[in-house]
Every structure is written in C-alpha cells, then in structure tokens.
C-alpha cells in the first residue's frame, strides 16, 4: 500500500476544518436570519448539578436545596436577560430572596401566609442591579411596606412549565400543609399544549410524560464531549434534549404534536375544572383565593403566527373561564389582562414579565389583599 505523503495529510486536515468552518458560518446566519437573534452557545451543565427530578405524580419537581446556576437567556424582547444563582426550599420550590427561604411547618403563629401558585410567570426571577426579582418578592416587599406591624410572608409556590393538572396535585400533596392565608392563582397558557393534542384525555397524559422516561438522556447527554462548535451544539441539544435542562425540559415531558384545527372545548372544561378543584381544596383550610386573569402580549413579530393567534385566542377564553369561577364562587379576582399595559417595557415575550412587569403584578394583586 502507497504512502501518503506528510503534507497530503495536511492538506486533507485543512479541507476538513474548511468545511468545519464553512458549516459554522452557515449555520450562525441562518440561525440568526431565522430568528433574529444569534445563536448563544448552551453549556453543559454537569449531571451532578441537575436541579430537575422526576416525581411519582407529576412529571418533575425541584431537587430539595439543591443549587441553580445563573444563565443569561435572550428573550425576543429583552436580551441577556439574567436568571440568577438560586437554591431551592425545603417545599422545593424558589422562594425568597435567594430562592431557598424554607417555608415553616406548622405555621408561626401571627404570620400572615400568601402563596402564589402558578407557573414560569410566577416562579421566574431576574437580577438587575444586583438584587433578585419575582413578581411574588415584589408582592412582600409592597406588603411589608403597607403593613409594616405585621409579620407577612409571601411564598413563591410555582414551578415553570406546569400546567393546571400540575399545580393541583402539588397543592393537594403539599403546598395545602403549609396552611395559606391567602393564594394567589395566576395561570393559564400552559394547560393549552394538552388542548390542542390530538386523542385528549381529561388527565392530559395524551400529552404528557413522566421525566422518568427520559432521564437517561441527560445522563448520556453529560458523556458526549463538549466542542466549541455552534452547530454541534445546536444538534446536540435538539435531538438529544439534556445538555441543559433548563432548555430541553418541556420537550422531554412532551408527548404528540399539536393539532392547531382541533376543537379545543374539552381541554377548557378541564382547565376550569381544575381550577375549581385547587380553590375548594384551599377553601377547605379557610384561605381566602384570589384569582388573576393572564395576560398575553401578541407583539408585532408574531402577530402573523397561527400559533401564537391561537394561543392569544385560547387564554382569553380561559380568562372568561376564569372570571366566571369568580363570579359563581364569590372570590375576588384582578384582571391582570386588561390592568396592565402590553409592550415591551413590561414583556419579556408574549407571556414572562420583565422587572418592571413583575413590578405591575405585584402592585395590581397587592390591592385585593387587606389583613
């Protein structure tokens, strides 16, 4: 057999990282064409440090004080958008300033306990400045203020990406020991993914799964080596979601694709359903609920979008649903959609709030709550 000669070997090493680089180039402007923001590269994150846990009934929880790094997300309105480093509580929830503030059982006596209930718009927080945001912080901050002889306690008890089903089964099985006051239930959005599947089922498990199912994907996601390659990333955590949880999380938990001609009235009637079940089952502790209208900002880049139309379409219709559990169970209720304005200042994208956003939230609910 002929020997290549050295400077062959060279020159096909070259042509390789030529196409390498080629790909590269190609994949970050169209990346960037596509969606008008370039691509930001997605560290792994060691498997040791996974804060996201399956659950025996619902699809994942938090890890009990476990540590959450801080990341930098580019949101269609707000870029560098910082969510900072954060521990969980012992109810694993973020709660508190750095998000690990344990809620006690049984509850102090003379404390007034408020918990906010909800998903990523509740349960996201954001650095500026260096100080921590969440609409719920903000929330006791103005209490405190208000209130400055009572002892007052506001607890974030959401977790991002559940839905209706989720925060029941959360409520039932542990937030309804901590023995609220007041809770606050501020959702809706997420329970639309379920809706629009085909083959629904009341439970939503047509369109869910455990994270069980899929965990061995982070662990082998942790084997594959890290390369300071935008495309190899890019495809890494596409198709095999795990690099970093944060982003590939709902896509684990999700099952069947969205049908956007399907009849969507069954999963409305499961979601107001639900909702009624949360409120009686706090009405049974004597809490006083109150509800929030969602809020959904169609902003001009996805004013075109038939998916997002549908979603803007679907939430007023859980708004409606919303207010009329209001009104035929007596409870007071802020209608968030209509009281705070819908722009950039205020919206990180069509439904997570920015500072000043989770700022408005907080002041709105703050004044249907008086000790």
């Known amino acids: ?43 792994k994150i060691p498997l040791e440090k996974i804060h996201i846990i399956p659950h025996p009934y619902i699809p994942y929880i938090y890890k009990k004080h476990a540590k959450i790094s801080e990341v930098s997300w580019n949101f269609p309105n707000c870029k560098n958008y910082l969510f900072p480093s954060l521990k969980t509580n012992n109810f694993q929830f973020l709660n508190g300033e750095d998000g690990g503030r344990d809620i006690i059982i049984p509850k102090p006596k003379n404390l007034i306990r408020i918990n906010c209930l909800g998903a990523s718009t509740t349960a996201n927080y954001v650095r500026e400045n260096d100080k921590n945001y969440s609409y719920p912080l903000e929330l006791e901050r103005i209490l405190k203020f208000r209130y400055s002889s009572k002892e007052i306690e506001v607890n974030n008890c959401a977790q991002g990406g559940y839905n209706s089903a989720d925060i029941l089964v959360r409520s039932a099985l542990r937030i309804i020991d901590t023995k609220p006051d007041f809770v ?67 896509d684990v938990v999700a099952k069947g694709k969205p049908n956007l001609e399907i009849d969507y009235k069954n999963g409305l009637s499961t979601y107001e359903r639900n909702i009624k079940s949360i409120v009686s089952l706090f009405r049974q502790i004597n809490s006083k609920i109150i509800l929030c209208t969602f809020s959904f900002y169609l902003y001009d880049e996805i004013k075109d979008s038939k998916l997002h139309n549908l979603y803007y379409e679907i939430v007023k219709k859980e708004n409606e649903v919303m207010r009329k559990i209001a009104k035929n169970l007596n409870l007071e209720i802020v ?27 907080a002041k709105e609910i703050s004044k249907k709550i008086d000790f």
């Open 184 to 250: 606050i239930i501020y959702h809706a959005y997420n329970d639309i993914r379920s809706y629009i599947t085909d083959k629904f089922i009341s439970d939503y498990s047509h369109s869910r799964k455990n994270l069980a199912d899929n965990y061995w994907k982070f662990t082998f996601s942790n084997l594959l080596p890290e390369i300071p390659l935008n495309f190899y990333n890019y495809i890494k955590n596409k198709y095999l979601p795990g690099s970093n949880i944060r982003n590939a999380l709902l």
């Open 335 to 361: 209608d968030i959609d209509s009281l705070i304005e819908k722009n950039k200042e205020n919206f990180v994208d069509s439904i997570h709030y920015s500072r000043k956003g989770m700022s408005l939230l």
């Open 1 to 43: 057999m002929e020997n290549i000669p050295f400077f062959d070997y060279i020159y096909y090493i070259l042509i390789i990282l030529l196409i390498i680089l080629a790909i590269e180039i190609v994949f970050l402007l169209t990346f960037k064409f596509k969606n008008r923001v370039s691509y930001k590269f997605v560290k």
